[in-house]
């Protein structure tokens, strides 16, 4: 389906910015960082401090939205995007830097909720669900059969975040190659310069909220009722639940595969093929595998994700294996593809128009848990059971997971769609 101009322009907006940060992550913060004289434990603060912003904020942020509408926020977080770079010039140690990293995390801790939230808006006014931007058709009621599934929310957010995932491979090479011929503070105001840009497809956004002014509730009040809501659905908690056990797999292995492959004699060019494998099957399926959830239901979509990365991480050990090591990675990336959209499509589906922002933003919330915890859970569990014995704890906690939504909630959105 041909995608409209907002969709594209929120697909450019969010390369732009998502590009220009991840310049500035990887590989220039660490060498910037080292170059400051901060090593060790500190250094590793430096790094995961701005994911932690988004674990405290994201949901604050998403609720916001809601009230003031998506635009708004959006250009609010271009300015953290565009010229927070331009502070790295200024700062002379290591705990300035940590403080500015703290600070640059607010850009994503923002774009996170309010551009899915943004994404479902659209995506449901296209197809004729809303009467105008912002105004969804809360009286639709499913057909039998029909569990879960908002058609083709899952497969926009598919199309969506490849725009984010090519930031992700573009930031890093063009922040390799620019540290070779500058030092790290003039590559930041290089950063700076190139976010500049995200300004241009965000002022050309429309507003998400309808134009007649409406009588608000108490911010408090909103805050209260958002996160109500939120609390008594049970597919936020279990997608959230879901997606942080999955994160927590995922970037257990990011950490430690490395290590545990190159002391078994792997080479250093097969475990980067392995990473770089698993990312493009991951960008390439996403929107086809959204396209699944819309047809045949996120839940269904979203265990059979679990299954397959529960699938492939015992084969993650089988380091002697040759060419046949990258075999796992290509199912890691189905898996996410699997797993990703439908939960996104899912919460924006079952939640209320009027909070849809502080979903995303409960949701947000609990990928960055799954992306701080892992590394620290999987350490200690490693250390405690061996990392083979370690793989097969987390594959079996994704196919219990699986095994849930299958005994005990699928059955409920059988009935509860039943004429």
Known sequence: ??????????????????????????????????????????????????????????????????????????????????????????????????????????????????????????????????????????????????????????????????????????????????????????????????????????????????????????????????????????????TGSLEAITFIALYTLKAFLPIYALDAGVSAALVGSFFSLQEAAHVISKPYCGRLGDRYGYLPVISLGMLVLSASLPLVDALDAGAAFLAPALMMGLAQALIFPAAIALVSHRISPEHLGAGMGLIGMMQNFGKVAGPILGGLAIQALGYEATLLCLSAALALGALVIWVVYLPRRRIATEP
């Open 1 to 238: 389906m041909r995608r409209s101009k907002p969709f594209l322009n929120l697909m450019l907006a969010d390369f732009i910015a998502r590009s220009g940060y991840q310049m500035g992550k990887t590989p220039l913060l660490p060498i910037f960082a080292n170059a400051l004289g901060a090593s060790g434990a500190f250094l590793g603060a430096i790094v995961s401090v701005s994911t932690i912003t988004g674990l405290v904020l994201k949901p604050f942020f998403g609720i916001l939205s809601d009230r003031g509408g998506r635009r708004a926020w959006l250009l609010i977080g271009a300015c953290f995007f565009a010229f927070m770079p331009f502070t790295y010039g200024f700062i002379s140690n290591t705990e300035q830097l940590l403080v500015v990293r703290l600070v640059h995390g607010l850009a994503t801790a923002i774009y996170g909720p309010v551009t899915l939230a943004y994404i479902a808006e659209i995506s449901r006014w296209e197809r004729g669900r809303v009467g105008s931007l912002g105004r969804v058709d809360t009286d639709r009621r499913h057909r039998p059969g029909d569990i879960d599934a908002d058609p083709s929310v899952a497969e926009d957010i598919g199309w969506f975040q490849m725009a984010r995932s090519g930031g992700y491979i573009v930031g890093p090479a063009l922040a390799g190659g620019l540290l070779t011929v500058m030092d790290p503070a003039a590559v930041f105001t290089v950063i700076g310069l190139i976010s500049c840009a995200v300004f241009l497809p965000v002022l050309a956004l429309p507003n998400t909220r309808p134009e007649k002014k409406q009588k608000r509730k108490p911010l408090l009040q909103h805050i209260r009722n958002a996160i109500r809501d939120g609390g008594r659905m049970p597919a936020i908690w279990l």
